[in-house]
């Protein structure tokens, strides 16, 4: 079981960076994958990025590519995404999850795998 909640959402101007934190608690943190996903008003929930277990392979949809990075510390049960050259298009609101599989060697991007889901934080990017 992983109870997850994040924060670091809110208001910047276009060109602006946040960072965002997912805080976790419970044993099986720090052997599932974990994953950023986000949805906008009127859109689908997407994959954003993704990190393995041991936080050496990583994965980006394309949207985030280049502008994103997402890492985890497993000795503090909390994984991050810092978000560079924000644009409007990147406002949503922003969910952490967690794998519902341990030790997988690949972060999945289908939201079907992912068990443990936070309430979200808003990211509002104004122009």
């Known amino acids: 079981q992983v109870q997850l909640v994040e924060s670091g959402g809110g208001l910047v101007q276009a060109g602006g960076s946040l960072r965002l934190s997912c805080a976790a608690s419970g044993r099986a943190f720090s052997m599932s994958a974990m994953g950023w996903f986000r949805q906008a008003p009127g859109k689908e929930r997407e994959f954003v990025a993704g990190?393995?277990?041991?936080?050496?392979?990583?994965s980006y949809a394309d949207s985030a590519k280049g502008r994103f990075t997402i890492s985890r510390d497993n000795a503090k049960n909390t994984v991050y995404l810092q978000m560079n050259s924000l644009n409007p298009e990147d406002t949503a609101v922003y969910y952490c999850?967690?794998?519902?599989?341990?030790?997988?060697?690949?972060?999945?991007?289908?939201?079907?795998?992912?068990?443990?889901w936070g309430q979200g934080t808003q990211v509002t990017v104004s122009s």
């Open positions: 999850a967690a794998d519902g599989s341990i030790y997988r060697n690949s972060s999945p991007t289908d939201g079907r795998e992912y068990s443990y």
């Open positions: 990190v393995t277990w041991t936080g050496r392979s990583t």
